[in-house]
């Protein structure tokens, strides 16, 4: 009986009374939910720990320095004094800044432009079956895959008025050979575009050919069979169904463009006569050039906030298409 009695209320051989016990008691649901989130933030620290302190802290870093008098001796004294609106006002009231904005509009507008319509193009025509099809597309990838410094220094040769390519070929077809591309204010911001323009194709042909796959045939057949022509088909079904893709490449291009840096230094450095100076190379010039860097900040700060503002509108339109 007593032995009976002593393997009965004897713990598991190797066993754990604790564990035994907390094995036996059922978890609360609060419990449960904290375990959850606890989980779930544990999944997302690194995350938010890596863009607290690679982008939280420089953005707020740049803001603060906006309104400092942040000069080079700041580095040796550590000493930059705020200055209140000091730096934006000397931005705002500079002629240069009014001159880079415009020029970054129409370098926007202009590269987004050319990139977007040759590149759908490229897109409709790829979309078809046709021998190298293939290899013709990988081809077509390459000024995508080249840094964006090496293609401005090749094209500046291209450009070159004495002995460019450019120029030496449209002599011997009865054009004139002597365009200043680079060295003119009234054709150097037209090149640089149509440079951007050749960099930018690539990637919204991928992007818009990716799109024209998801496409149902049906659709084109139901509309061939109702006599529709074939830019009846295209305007009417095909850039519809698009629509979602066209506001991704526009965006992120927008994105891309609006704050583009090492292709105008490469071709122009901003020049001639500032004829090429965007929001982009202000920043620059006034950070490293001139070392003020307040006025650096405020260009970047501004340069910031286009950018959020479109990425807000990107957002909203994704979450409107997906409704």
């Known amino acids: ?58 953005l707020v870093r740049n803001v603060v320095m906006s309104f400092q ?40 507008v ?49 450009f070159d008025q004495d ?23 009234s054709m150097a911001l037209v090149s640089v575009i149509l440079v951007n323009i050749w960099i930018g194709i690539p990637f919204n042909m991928v992007i818009l050919y990716g799109g024209l796959q998801e496409v149902p045939k049906e659709l084109h057949e139901a509309a061939a ?14 850039l519809p169904m698009l629509k979602p893709v066209i506001t991704v490449v526009l965006v992120l291009g927008f994105m891309s463009t609006v704050k583009i840096l090492d292709l105008v230094l490469a071709l122009t450095d901003g020049g001639p006569a500032d004829s090429t100076q965007t929001l982009g190379t202000l920043t620059y010039q006034n950070s490293f050039v001139q070392m003020d860097f307040g006025a650096g900040a405020v260009v970047g700060n501004i340069l910031i906030l286009i950018s959020a503002v479109f990425a807000v509108f990107y957002l909203r339109v994704n979450r409107n298409e997906g409704k």
């Open 163 to 185: 002995t460019g390519v450019l120029n030496s070929f449209l002599g011997t077809i009865g054009f004139s050979g002597d365009t200043p591309w680079l060295t003119s204010t």
């Open 1 to 58: 009986m007593s032995s009976t009695t002593a393997s009965a209320t004897a713990p598991p051989a190797g066993g754990n009374v604790k564990a035994a016990g907390a094995a036996g008691k059922p978890v609360s649901p609060q419990r449960a939910k904290r375990r959850r989130q606890l989980a779930q933030w544990g999944f997302i620290a690194p995350a938010v720990i890596f863009m607290a302190l690679f982008f939280g802290y420089p």
């Open 225 to 238: 069979l109702d006599g529709a022509s074939a830019w009846r088909t295209f305007r009417s079904v095909t």
């Open 110 to 158: 202009g590269s987004l432009v050319g990139q977007f319509c040759i590149g759908l193009a490229l897109a409709v025509f790829f979309s078809r079956r046709f021998p190298l099809n293939g290899i013709l597309r990988s081809l077509i990838l390459l000024p995508w895959l080249v840094p964006m410094v090496v293609s401005g220094i090749v094209w500046r040769r291209i």
């Open 69 to 108: 008098d942040y000069s080079p001796s700041t580095f040796f004294t550590g000493e930059a004094p705020f200055n209140g609106t000091d730096n934006w006002s000397n931005v705002f009231n500079d002629g240069l800044f009014g001159k880079a904005l415009w020029q970054t509009i129409l370098f926007t």
